[in-house]
Every structure is written in structure tokens, then in C-alpha cells.
């Protein structure tokens, strides 16, 4: 159950947060309901979930993790909201030409000539490197990965490094957030090796279920999916 601070528990990966937040302080405002609201990567949410290191109500995950918390027993089964899909792109410094990703073997030529080529060790991380060796550059690109432990780190990373050629990888939305930083989004991955992760929302066993229901309720409304698609979420 909510603990007696917070009337309603969200956590949630980092890709969704704009859209998360936007929905839950209008939940929020509507229901009255005090919320506190966590974000951390797909490892972190199976470690605190699994291991029950946290005992809030709802969760915006991965469909992949969601389904190894209801393998686990940690979710309810037989409830999910949809929240979206974000796809996979490519940063660069905002400053840096144009890199040439509009087909695979435009990327991979691309990849060969960087200095530095970056991702995470999350849910997208795992992605671009099943890519890379997918591609056959596991070795070429050997001494040039800079694998980071968030998606934020990833483009921290690459915008302090606009002196060399590098390439990075996260979630279009946490790009396009965090541009400020000094990076551009430069485009989603070309043709078969484009990927979209897919979140949904769920209540966690032991949760609130009342309160964490009615906010998976307001996801499937008209105003959750204008806020959603504002963020730049499918």
C-alpha cells in the first residue's frame, strides 16, 4: 500500500519521463490524490522491483520487464494501460555535421569512421549492442565504446566530446529533453534495424490497487494521450 506521505507511487523508466510526469500532475490536480513519483533504468527497476526493494503502487516499465515482473509474481497480471512507443535514435553534438544513418550500411559506415561511439547499458543499450555485433562491427568498434550507465550519461558523454567524431544512441525523448546539454537528435535508426520500445503501466502485487487503478484508468483517456504524444510518445 501507499505509504501515509503519498497517496498514490509511480515508478517508472527514464525514456517516458515527460509524458509520465505530464499525466500524473494532471491525475494528480484532478483526483486531489498526493503522489510521489521515481525514475530509474530498465536494471534498476527489475533489482528494486523483483527484490522488492520498493512498495509502491504503479509502474511504467518495458513490455520486456513487465513481463519478468509477472513471471516473478510482482505485478498484477491481468491489468496493463498502455503508455507508448519511443524509438531508438541517433545524438550527436549539436554543432557536428550531419552523420549519414539514412540506410544500414550508411550507419555502418558511419560507425567505422567515428572516434566514439556510445550507449547505454539499459534497455537500449542492450539493443545497439546486439545491433553492432548483429552488423558484424563487434571488434572494429571494440576500442571506441563507451558504454554508460544511463541515457542521460550517454549524452552527457557526447556532448562533452564534440572535439572527436562520436556517435551516440538513447530514446528520442530523452534526446530531444535533454538537448540543452549541447546535443541534437540527428535521427531514429534506418530501415530493418529501426526499434521502438514499447512502455505500458501495471499495478504492482501488494500496491494500492484502488488508486493505482484509476490512474492506469486516466492512461486510456483522450487528455493522457494528448499529453503522451506532446512528449514525443507514440
Known amino acids: 500500500m501507499a505509504t501515509s506521505e503519498f497517496d498514490l507511487e509511480v515508478l517508472s523508466g527514464g525514456a517516458p519521463r515527460d509524458g509520465v510526469v505530464g499525466c500524473l500532475d494532471a491525475f494528480a490536480a484532478a483526483s486531489g490524490l498526493r503522489t510521489d513519483l521515481q525514475f530509474a533504468t530498465a536494471p534498476v527497476l527489475r533489482k528494486k522491483v523483483i527484490d522488492g526493494e520498493w512498495a509502491g503502487d504503479a509502474i511504467v516499465a518495458p513490455l520486456p520487464v513487465l513481463d519478468a515482473f509477472e513471471g516473478a509474481d510482482a505485478i498484477l497480471a491481468d491489468r496493463?494501460?498502455?503508455v507508448g512507443s519511443i524509438r531508438a535514435g541517433v545524438v550527436v553534438p549539436v554543432d557536428a555535421p550531419d552523420p549519414k544513418i539514412?540506410?544500414?550500411e550508411e550507419?555502418?559506415?558511419?560507425?567505422?569512421?567515428?572516434?566514439m561511439v556510445v550507449h547505454n547499458v539499459a534497455s537500449s543499450g542492450i539493443y545497439i549492442k546486439s545491433m553492432i555485433e548483429g552488423m558484424g562491427l563487434a571488434a572494429d568498434l571494440a576500442d571506441k565504446i563507451v558504454c554508460t550507465p544511463t541515457g542521460t550519461a550517454v549524452i552527457e558523454t557526447v556532448a562533452q566530446n564534440s572535439g572527436v567524431t562520436v556517435i551516440g544512441f538513447g530514446q528520442s525523448t530523452e534526446i530531444q529533453r535533454q538537448a540543452h546539454l549541447g546535443v541534437r537528435l540527428a535521427g531514429p535508426l534506418p530501415g530493418k534495424l529501426a526499434k521502438s520500445t514499447t512502455y505500458a503501466a501495471v499495478i504492482r502485487a501488494g500496491g494500492d490497487e484502488v488508486v493505482a487503478g484509476q490512474f492506469l484508468a486516466f492512461l486510456e483517456t483522450a487528455a493522457a494521450r494528448e499529453i503522451l504524444t506532446a512528449a514525443g510518445i507514440e
Open 102 to 104: 539514412g540506410t544500414p
Open 80 to 82: 496493463r494501460a498502455p
Open 107 to 115: 550507419l555502418r559506415q558511419t560507425l567505422l569512421a567515428a572516434d
